[in-house]
């Protein structure tokens, strides 16, 4: 390492922002720190992404509600989930004891307990927050293929079947739509539909079917339907402080690929509907990526692509994204790339693959005088490696940083303070009942029995009649075309009437609401 001197004022100025910033720490020098050198990341800067990474038990929950907090003090919204519960205690002050006051003083923060305006939610409504869902239709094709775990070629096959419903007008709010439109496609009456689809082989159909049942019988009914949640209610601010919404994910070890991928639905969407901003003083809302190597596992290369498109673009929305995982080789490079800041926390090298993370992490810092190989093995807890990108966009020094304490509840809020929370929030009365309002599954079944009905009037009308003494063609015809009647019965033409122009779907074949 260079001389402490140098270490210092090389700090001092590098992290000297004329604007405002988010106070991680004080630089670390020898095991002591100097609150002269302040270590922070440029506000407007924070739309630039960024990531915090280090093994479990290191302290990146912690970094992680110290910055929600000093977003929410700036007026910026704040949107995380919530994996383990612990940053429910943002809501409430948190309670200082001499050991915390004495880091505080040696780092120079003026520590104050201090509770945040947080809003609780919980996907479908499986957790104490107020219910998160979203509908098929918006979620889309390829996102929905990610939680099934389908291949490329069935991919492909239920982008078919969501552009048919479309055409159709079948609107797709829950499982039960997409199941009763693939089953109609893979019936005698929809073969023509199928064959017409083209690419779309039965038997890739049935497997389709079959994945969304075993979906459902995890559970997962309850995640989609509506009231459709409306990604704009993120973008709230209390007495000039911003909101921190808080998604609660239990269980997530049964269903990881449907919570990651949830999130980048919530993403999506708000790319989809926010205008464009260009650089700002201030981001609108900073989202925190919890286990993101969960959103990346066997993910197909056209849907990394799009999450890199996502996070590149949606920086001109006024959103800034923080990926939280152990490690930065667990974020693909094309993502990677466009994360300007970085939390580091201890790693372990304790197996040939801990060493191979190891040198892939250092690989991604810019140089420094520090020995960074045996530095991230020996920080303690609270602390990290950071470099941040400065307010003229380059990378700031390296810096060993001790982090600040947060101001909340460093614990899980208790349960009354929870359900107190949520029974006063606004959003419970617009999200907690469920609406099941017309949609494909009803629009089928109408189909199906006006079918039945006219070919039970038919079979009565034929029986009432007096046999012909020669078969007539034109009967022949009629019985083979039963389809084209059921067509052009009065509940199939209004069916039809209802069908409009195609969804118009962007990033991940989700559709774009219309506000």
Do not use: C
Not at 64 to 80: D, T
């Amino acid at each position: 390492m260079a001389e402490t001197p140098d270490v210092v004022e090389t700090v001092k100025q590098g992290y000297a922002f004329e604007g405002p910033a988010i106070e991680l720490g004080s630089l670390l020098v020898d095991g002591t720190p100097n609150p002269e050198a302040a270590v922070r990341i440029p506000l407007s800067m924070v739309n630039r992404h960024g990531l915090v990474a280090g093994a479990t038990g290191t302290g990146k929950t912690k970094t992680l509600q110290l910055m929600a907090e000093q977003l929410s003090a700036a007026g910026v919204a704040v949107f995380a989930a919530d994996i383990k519960g612990d940053l429910s205690g943002i809501s409430q002050p948190g309670e200082g004891n001499e050991k915390l006051l004495a880091r505080t003083k040696a780092i120079g923060q003026e520590w104050t307990g201090t509770g945040f305006p947080t809003e609780f939610y919980a996907l479908g409504g499986q957790g104490s927050g107020v219910p998160i869902r979203a509908t098929i239709t918006s979620f889309g094709p390829v996102l929905l293929s990610k939680v099934l775990g389908l291949n490329d070629v069935q991919e492909s096959s239920l982008g078919l079947i969501f552009h048919y419903a479309d055409k159709q007008g079948l609107t797709l709010l829950d499982l039960k739509d997409l199941r009763a439109v693939i089953t109609h496609l893979t019936s005698d009456e929809g073969k023509g539909d199928l064959k017409e689809l083209g690419g779309l082989s039965a038997a890739t159909a049935g497997v389709i079917l079959r994945s969304l049942i075993g979906f459902a019988d995890q559970g997962a009914e309850a995640f989609f339907g509506e009231p459709e949640f409306d990604t704009a209610d993120l973008l709230q601010q209390r007495d000039g402080k911003g909101v921190v919404s808080l998604l609660e994910l239990p269980n997530l070890q049964d269903r990881p690929a449907l919570f990651s991928t949830f999130l980048m639905w919530l993403l999506a969407d708000l790319f989809h509907d926010l205008p464009e901003v260009g650089d700002v003083d201030k981001p609108k809302l900073v989202f925190f990526f919890d286990e993101a190597h969960l959103l990346f596992n066997d993910a197909s290369k056209a849907f990394l692509d799009s999450i890199a498109q996502t996070v590149r673009l949606i920086r001109s929305k006024g959103v800034g994204v923080f990926f939280v995982t152990q490690t930065p080789k667990d974020v693909p490079d094309d993502v990677l790339a466009q994360l300007g800041s970085r939390v580091q926390h201890q790693l372990r090298a304790h197996t040939p693959n801990d060493a191979k993370a190891l040198k892939a992490t250092v690989s991604t810092f810019p140089n420094s005088s520090y020995e960074l190989a045996e530095v991230l093995t020996q920080l303690g807890i609270g602390e990290a490696i950071v470099t941040v990108m400065n307010e003229k966009g380059a990378p700031t020094p390296v810096a060993w940083t001790r982090l600040r304490a947060p101001q909340s509840l460093m614990a899980p809020a208790s349960a009354e303070q929870l359900s107190a929370a949520v029974a006063a929030s606004a959003n419970h009365a617009k999200y907690s009942e469920v609406v099941d309002r017309e949609s494909a599954y009803e629009k089928l079944a109408a189909k199906v029995q006006a079918g039945a009905a006219q070919a039970e009037a038919e079979a009565q009308a034929k029986a009432q009649q007096p046999a012909p003494e020669q078969p007539k063609p034109r009967a022949q015809k009629q019985e083979k075309s039963m389809v084209e009647q059921v067509v052009g019965s009065s509940a199939f033409k209004q069916f039809a009437r209802s069908a409009g122009r195609e969804i118009v779907r962007g990033l991940f074949g989700a559709a774009r609401r219309k506000r």
